[in-house]
């Protein structure tokens, strides 16, 4: 059988991107990090993990499985394999200080089971599988190694519409508006959407990439505010604060980020597909050094 290109999983160099984890650490509140997400159904039910049901979305073919809380949930290929993660917050708790909650982020009311009551959430989601992929029947496996075996990660853009961002850093710079800012050890190179100095804050993009030695390792999600209720079962979430945090990782933002980052916590989750242990920055990985703290910031 010969394959459209598009359809071919690509080779991958430098960092081996076989991995799945969540949540930066150590920081305050935090004690659990890089907390490991099951790459397959298998490992999902393993874990003791639940088969829930979705709300209303793309990619009708995937399968989402939920840890207790329902905080992080994995989504799956119809073989099984990792096609997109949701990430869910309590209704009653979750709020944001300039983005609107419900331009991103959609409503879910899961049945109650057993173990969970029936609660309303919002939710927000990325994928690693195209429609076109599905269809095609050439969903990625985890039998190949890589956690990113398609054309990169989609989430949906301001007009909600899903929007690649693509697995190279060369075509994230070339094809899209993410624009490249600073390098955290154990997080990467922060690439943000639009992200100038004359952004309006209201159009913040909540989702930014994590590059390191050319390929896209990671994303996360970001925006201002936080959860009036700690979650229940595990801290998956990570607060920072201050615009000298801010700087420091976003040297090319509008006023009103750094202002935000000292009026508002900075409420955010890195996603990685490679064991942040390993990545490490050099000076040339951020796009302004000089905002990064000095006992912080690579030497050569």
Same mark, same amino acid.
């Given at each position: 059988?010969?394959?459209?290109?598009?359809?071919?999983?690509?080779?991958?160099?430098?960092?081996?991107?076989?991995?799945?984890?969540?949540?930066?650490?150590?920081?305050?509140?935090?004690?659990?990090?890089?907390?490991?997400?099951?790459?397959?159904?298998?490992?999902?039910?393993?874990?003791?993990?639940?088969?829930?049901?979705?709300?209303?979305?793309?990619?009708?073919?995937?399968?989402?499985?939920?840890?207790?809380?329902?905080?992080?949930?994995?989504?799956?290929?119809?073989?099984?394999?990792?096609?997109?993660?949701?990430?869910?917050?309590?209704?009653?708790?979750?709020?944001?200080?300039?983005?609107?909650?419900?331009?991103?982020?959609?409503?879910?009311?899961?049945?109650?089971?057993?173990?969970?009551?029936?609660?309303?959430?919002?939710?927000?989601?990325?994928?690693?599988?195209?429609?076109?992929?599905?269809?095609?029947?050439?969903?990625?496996?985890?039998?190949?190694?890589?956690?990113?075996?398609? *054309?990169?990660?989609?989430?949906?853009?301001?007009?909600?519409?899903?929007?690649?961002?693509?697995?190279?850093?060369?075509?994230?710079?070339?094809?899209?508006?993410?624009?490249?800012? *600073?390098?955290?050890?154990?997080?990467?190179?922060?690439?943000?959407?639009?992200?100038?100095?004359?952004?309006?804050?209201?159009?913040?993009?909540?989702?930014?990439?994590?590059?390191?030695?050319?390929?896209?390792?990671?994303?996360?999600?970001?925006?201002?505010?936080?959860?009036?209720?700690?979650?229940?079962?595990?801290?998956?979430?990570?607060?920072?604060?201050?615009?000298?945090?801010?700087?420091?990782?976003?040297?090319?933002?509008?006023?009103?980020?750094?202002?935000?980052?000292?009026?508002?916590?900075?409420?955010?989750?890195?996603?990685?597909?490679?064991?942040?242990?390993?990545?490490?920055?050099?000076?040339?990985?951020?796009? *302004?050094?000089?905002?990064?703290?000095?006992?912080?910031?690579?030497? *050569?």
């Amino acid at each position: 059988m010969t394959l459209h290109s598009k359809y071919f999983f690509y080779p991958v160099s430098g960092l081996d991107l076989d991995d799945w984890r969540v949540t930066y650490g150590p920081m305050e509140g935090i004690t659990e990090y890089f907390i490991k997400i099951p790459r397959t159904i298998e490992e999902a039910e393993t874990a003791g993990w639940v088969c829930t049901e979705r709300p209303p979305g793309p990619l009708p073919q995937l399968i989402m499985y939920c840890p207790p809380g329902r905080n992080v949930c994995p989504l799956y290929t119809p073989t099984g394999d990792m096609g997109g993660l949701q990430l869910s917050f309590s209704k009653d708790h979750l709020y944001a200080a300039a983005i609107k909650l419900e331009k991103w982020f959609t409503k879910w009311t899961p049945s109650a089971t057993d173990s969970e009551p029936e609660k309303e959430y919002w939710t927000i989601t990325q994928y690693y599988v195209s429609e076109e992929t599905l269809e095609a029947g050439y969903g990625p496996q985890a039998s190949n190694g890589s956690s990113l075996q398609d *054309n990169g990660i989609w989430v949906h853009d301001h007009s909600g519409q899903l929007m690649l961002i693509p697995r190279t850093e060369a075509d994230i710079k070339s094809k899209t508006l993410f624009t490249k800012q *600073n390098c955290t050890p154990r997080m990467g190179t922060h690439y943000h959407y639009n992200m100038t100095p004359k952004l309006l804050c209201e159009n913040q993009l909540p989702w930014f990439a994590l590059v390191i030695d050319g390929k896209l390792v990671g994303s996360g999600l970001q925006f201002f505010g936080d959860l009036t209720e700690p979650t229940e079962y595990k801290n998956w979430f990570e607060r920072f604060r201050g615009s000298t945090v801010e700087r420091s990782a976003v040297p090319f933002g509008p006023d009103c980020l750094y202002h935000n980052a000292d009026m508002h916590p900075i409420f955010s989750l890195h996603i990685y597909l490679t064991d942040p242990e390993q990545i490490k920055c050099r000076l040339a990985d951020s796009a *302004n050094p000089s905002t990064i703290p000095e006992k912080y910031r690579p030497q *050569n």
